[in-house]
């Protein structure tokens, strides 16, 4: 599975949007990229997911770049119940889903 | 989405005894289990993939025989942690995925605490 880079922390003013960048410069033609995040103590949650459009659902958009090396997941407007680490993934179809540090978000009143 | 039903979400054992936690996927079939273990501060390692019927594949420095999963039907898993000493204590999680799925789902995940 491909290694993603993301910035370690990140904070955000509650009601704003929240962009959130990861790099994935080695991606396969046939791996998707994946967002998910995990609240303290519970397993992590599926937000979002794309292959080389951009995507977007009641949680979030994903934005994905042409060359496929890097996507940025948008919160329209972050609340404080969104501060989490947030996990972007890259791997095939039903594969098995390698987590790297992830992106610790700060929403803030 | 998928309901994912993992239990217990704590336990709490004394050193040398085994502890099983139970994965349960409960509106789709689970072809293939994966198997996270979280240390605190840490980000989620893949312990084992298992696949209905078959039996595990495990991560480099994962012991099979201390951490034996079994998953016998396409809506259950189990991961057994055997043995269990105070360096066993983590957050697992459990990933149930459709052979032709999109996605993954995790489930709530146990928190594991050998005294």
């Known amino acids: 599975d491909a290694k993603t880079t993301q910035p370690p922390s990140m904070d955000c003013a509650e009601g704003r949007a929240a962009n959130l960048p990861c790099n994935h410069s080695?991606?396969?033609?046939?791996?998707?990229v994946y967002w998910y995040r995990q609240i303290h103590s519970q397993g992590p949650q599926y937000i979002i997911h794309g292959l080389k459009n951009n995507e977007t659902n009641e949680m979030a958009s994903l934005i994905i770049t042409e060359d496929r090396k890097s996507s940025t997941l948008i919160l329209p407007h972050a609340t404080l119940r969104d501060t989490a680490v947030y996990y972007c993934?890259?791997?095939?179809?039903?594969?098995?889903?390698?987590f790297g540090d992830g992106t610790t978000l700060t929403v803030k009143p | 989405g998928a309901v994912v039903s993992q239990h217990p979400s704590r336990v709490i054992c004394k050193s040398g005894t085994s502890v099983k936690i139970e994965c349960r996927s409960l509106?789709?079939?689970?072809?293939?289990m994966f198997w996270y273990r979280q240390f605190p501060k840490k980000s989620l390692m893949l312990m084992a993939t298992s696949n209905e019927g078959s039996k595990a594949t495990y991560e480099q420095g994962v012991e099979k025989d201390k951490f034996l999963i079994n998953h016998a039907s396409l809506t259950l898993s189990t991961l057994t942690v055997t043995s269990a000493h105070p360096e066993d204590s983590s957050f697992y999680i459990c990933?149930?995925?459709?052979?032709?799925?999109?996605?993954?789902?995790f489930g709530q995940g146990t928190r594991l605490t050998v005294v």
């Open positions: 993934i890259v791997k095939a179809n039903a594969g098995k889903s390698t």
């Open positions: 990933s149930p995925s459709e052979h032709v799925g999109t996605e993954a789902f």
């Open positions: 509106d789709f079939q689970a072809t293939t």
């Open positions: 080695t991606i396969s033609g046939n791996e998707y």
